[in-house]
């Protein structure tokens, strides 16, 4: 079994003569009209620092660094780096193969600052070292771990005990460091336990008082194999695990997987079900907004609008229930549809929620926005430049408070969004103030999007006709002879995937919520790489803290949403 | 002889009982209050409206397990144990130079009252109060540096900076008040306040002296670390920063001990600024029902700040530390100093 990773590129491409050396193997375009670059190792870096710096591409954005394993392959393992021009939105792939003796890359750290989490993820899961790296040490499983779980060869049955000796101390963290008065500076972990986290994050810092001199995170407390298990499920199987992605918004996640695998099919989903995606996406999105700024404000101190925001979500939740069966995680998207049809009084429940969601927001917006205490703690606190935040591969609502105008809705419509109007909420400051107003606006954003979408609900099925996908309706299944021939096909093989590789996105509560999937063409995914926005936003984190205060922190870390879920996957 | 003792007894033992009360009746109107203003609807399933949920919370807190932090041993985990007693202690003993009612000359067994407030003749007054308020923040400090954790110890620190810069701008702004009654006593404070300008504004100390006033009042919040100064708890900075190890009834010291400080510093504003018992156009009738009345108009008063304080608490975000302490420093103390010159130079004027 091999997968054929180069399999519609062609040979003369118009950016070929970009690369006058032998370092570009093959280059070409996919389906989706990203650009896929085939790489020879001893070239790579030269070839990521052209496209990052050379006119024609202008890739400033590094969205992800994914391995994929070919056991029978001679070079065994592939590694992928998605790369972007945000401008042009032109979206480019290289790939690079690696043998497994000497599995060894340099390290694009020092191209896009993006790199740093998502190579020692690769490092970690594959086992390919990257050289030049500054920290390259296990990021999901722990200290005490053996082998790459990713590699199809790991024994999923293995158990690695974590002891107290093994745990992650940074070297800045160990040894006692006294300064010029012989004062004592101390180390304090922030979390994994900690009511500041909002789930298992940790983070080391040195302060000297309450001021951070270093800072140094650690993830994976939750890490629950989310694509291990994919690849020995079938594709319909992997929508529940992408509930527990960003489980503040399960639907954006699986409402953009099962767009990736339609991407890959060459499918669509019927129009109701689609507008009925867009309109539950957008409900996701502003309650995960409401959660998130919920949550910073209880950090601050100010409990009461925690309350106001949580009463919308408990009513979107209502929504939701009646619609899917679930509330946190509600498995309602299917590859070619929706589960089932949304309730008789779908169009009225909404638009009760469409007068009930603004007078929260609103009394937030009078108690918070302008309050001096709140401005004074969150104005210039956590600043990213538009530039550094691009280069750590930030996106999302936090991006856009860099002054950066990127939203995959606008960017690269999908579901139909180029239908609606809406505004990308921009602010120019990029700190934990600007973060706030962007998602309070974006609140605002979503809610107008729905109202038009639910003036255009169209009738018709939720689910894909096309049997190759979808199963047949049951008294169909028990009457036709060729129903229920697809409905053994399907649920014995499964959907097939062709095979082939795509790279699909769609705008998450977060940011850039990527799947790169690499089918072989039999009933299971072969990989699946999520892209979370957190594990980006939450790179840069220690970053920011330097010379700032605990308390900022605790702002910062409660403005960019940091969903363990989604994080470690 | 016995008389005497006797009234005092009934004083202590009304007065701190009274206060203890207070403390369930408080943490009732904090949660109902909380629930009102968030917009849901709080406990409200033992007894009336929920108000036998503080009894039944008592009863959690003295059946909990009483945990020590493993690593606190000797002079530590004396200091440890010791923590809660002085803040609950210091708390109670604080409210002895506070007088709550008007004594039209009563007696009791054949012995004068002496007005109703535990130590009458204590000419020290207000400068008693500020002298054991300010013993609290060893409570604070000691059960921080005692936990052996480092979050509890941020607390402790915080705490000690926080409640020594506030002190300096309470005291300040409490002078102007003392200038003009000429006494330390709080009586004379009240009674100094009894009457109206003009006709129909009543004497009270807010007006002539609305700067010293609102200094207090934020000094006032800041000393019994509430909301948005409650910077030495920190749940979410500092989990909750000085108590996060105690359990049990230690932790229920803690906690008692902050209601009881909102008593008396409601009733500290009440009786410095806005006139104590006093009611302007209301003469307080003679004998007992004048004393019960003048108590009541003073509990009315009290409940009044005390609902100000669940109030504040449940609107505002929280100052960070470094913030905290320039408003404390930059703010406070130069506003207070400017109210006492203001009412210094007034004083002066009229005397011209």
Request: one cysteine or more; a negative charge.
């Amino acid at each position: 079994m091999t997968v054929s990773s180069t399999q519609s590129l062609t040979e003369r491409h118009p950016l070929a003569d970009a690369f006058p050396g032998d370092g570009v193997e093959t280059i070409g375009n996919d389906a989706d009209g990203h650009t896929v670059l085939a790489v020879d190792r001893s070239h790579l870096l030269e070839i990521l620092r052209q496209l990052r710096d050379d006119d024609r591409f202008r890739c400033d954005f590094l969205s992800d660094i994914c391995g994929v394993d070919y056991p029978d392959r001679q070079q065994r393992f592939d590694v992928v780096y998605h790369l972007a021009n945000l401008d042009s939105g032109e979206r480019y792939r290289v790939k690079v193969a690696v043998d497994e003796d000497d599995a060894v890359l340099p390290s694009a750290y020092g191209v896009w600052k993006a790199a740093d989490w998502f190579e020692r993820e690769v490092w970690d899961m594959f086992g390919v070292r990257f050289e030049g790296h500054p920290n390259l040490k296990r990021i999901l499983t722990h200290e005490a771990f053996h082998g790459h779980p990713l590699r199809k060869d790991y024994d999923p049955g293995q158990r690695w005990l974590l002891t107290e000796k093994d745990i992650m101390t940074p070297e800045w963290a160990r040894e006692e460091q006294l300064d010029d008065q012989h004062m004592e500076s101390q180390v304090l972990n922030l979390g994994p336990s900690h009511p500041a986290t909002h789930g298992t994050l940790r983070t080391v810092l040195r302060l000297e008082g309450e001021n951070i001199v270093k800072a140094e995170s650690e993830i994976g407390y939750l890490h629950r194999c989310f694509e291990k298990m994919s690849e020995t499920h079938g594709w319909q199987q992997v929508i529940p695990y992408t509930d527990r992605l960003n489980y503040c918004s399960s639907m954006i996640n699986g409402v953009g997987y099962a767009l990736a695998v339609e991407n890959m099919l060459g499918i669509e989903a019927p129009p109701r079900a689609q507008v009925v995606r867009v309109i539950l996406s957008e409900l996701s999105r502003i309650m995960d907004h409401a959660v998130c700024l919920g949550a910073n404000l209880v950090d601050l101190g100010a409990l009461t609008n925690f309350w106001y925001f949580f009463q919308i979500r408990e009513e979107i939740y209502g929504l939701l229930e009646s619609c899917a069966g679930g509330r946190l995680t509600v498995s309602y998207a299917r590859i070619g549809g929706l589960a089932h049809d949304v309730p008789a009084d779908f169009e009225e429940q909404v638009r009760r929620l469409l007068d009930y969601i603004p007078p929260f927001v609103a009394d937030v917006d009078k108690l918070i926005t302008r309050n001096r205490i709140f401005r004074d703690r969150t104005e210039g606190i956590g600043v990213l430049s538009p530039e550094e935040a691009v280069a750590w591969g930030w996106t999302g609502p936090c991006l856009r408070a860099c002054g950066v105008p990127y939203d995959v809705r606008k960017a690269h419509p999908y579901m139909g969004y180029e239908q609606y109007e809406f505004d990308v909420p921009v602010a120019t400051t990029g700190d934990t103030y600007a973060r706030y107003l962007v998602r309070m606006e974006e609140i605002r954003q979503s809610l107008r999007i729905i109202r038009q979408a639910i003036d255009n609900l169209p009738g018709g099925p939720v689910i894909t006709d096309d049997h190759h996908v979808a199963l047949p309706p049951k008294e169909k299944v028990y009457t036709e002879m060729e129903s229920l021939i697809w409905h053994f096909k399907l649920i014995f093989e499964g959907i097939k995937v062709p095979p082939g590789d795509a790279y699909h996105f769609t705008e998450g509560a977060n940011g850039e919520l990527g799947y790169y999937i690499v089918s072989d063409g039999s009933g299971t995914p072969y990989r699946i790489k999520v892209r979370p926005p957190c594990f980006a936003l939450y790179q840069a984190y220690p970053h920011i803290l330097e010379g700032l205060l605990v308390p900022d922190a605790i702002a910062i870390l409660g403005s960019l949403n940091i969903i363990a879920g989604e994080l470690d996957r | 002889m016995w008389a005497e003792i006797l009234v005092i007894v009934i004083k202590v033992v009304v007065v701190s009982s009274v206060l203890l009360t207070l403390v369930p009746i408080m943490v009732w109107v904090e949660r109902r209050g909380a629930a009102m203003i968030q917009d849901r609807l709080g406990p409200n399933r033992v007894g009336p409206f929920g108000l036998l949920q503080p009894i039944v919370d008592a009863v959690k807190l003295i059946t909990k397990e009483d945990l020590t932090p493993s690593g606190v041993k000797g002079v530590d985990r004396l200091l440890y144990l010791l923590a809660p007693s002085i803040a609950l202690v210091v708390a109670i003993s604080v409210f002895i130079a506070v007088p709550f009612g008007f004594d039209p000359g009563l007696k009791l067994f054949g012995h004068a009252i002496d007005g109703f407030i535990v130590a009458p003749n204590l000419n020290l007054g207000i400068l008693y109060i500020f002298a054991i308020a300010s013993l609290g923040v060893y409570s604070v400090v000691l059960a921080g540096w005692a936990s052996n954790n480092k979050y509890s110890l941020m607390g402790g620190i915080r705490a000690s900076a926080q409640m020594v810069s506030y002190e300096l701008a309470m005291t300040i702004s409490v002078v102007g008040v003392l200038m003009v009654s000429g006494s330390f006593g709080l009586q004379d404070v009240v009674l100094h306040q009894s009457g109206t300008w003009f006709g129909f504004i009543p004497r009270w100390n807010v007006f002539p002296q609305i700067i010293g006033a609102i200094t207090f009042i934020v000094a006032a919040f800041a000393e019994t670390n509430r909301l948005p100064f409650d910077l030495v708890e920190a749940e979410a900075e500092l989990v909750v920063g000085y108590h996060t190890e105690y359990s049990s009834m230690r932790f229920a010291a803690f906690f008692m001990s902050e209601y009881v400080n909102m008593v008396t510093a409601s009733s500290l504003i009440v009786i410095l600024f806005f006139g104590g018992w006093t009611l302007p156009g209301f003469a307080t009738p003679a004998g007992w029902l004048g004393a019960l009345v003048s108590i009541g108009i003073f509990a009315v008063k009290v409940a009044f700040f005390l609902w100000f304080f669940v109030w504040v608490r449940w609107t505002l975000p929280r100052f960070r530390f470094d913030q905290l302490m320039a408003l404390g420093w930059k703010t406070m103390i130069p506003l207070a100093v400017l109210n006492f010159l203001l009412v210094g130079a007034g004083m002066a004027l009229r005397n011209l």
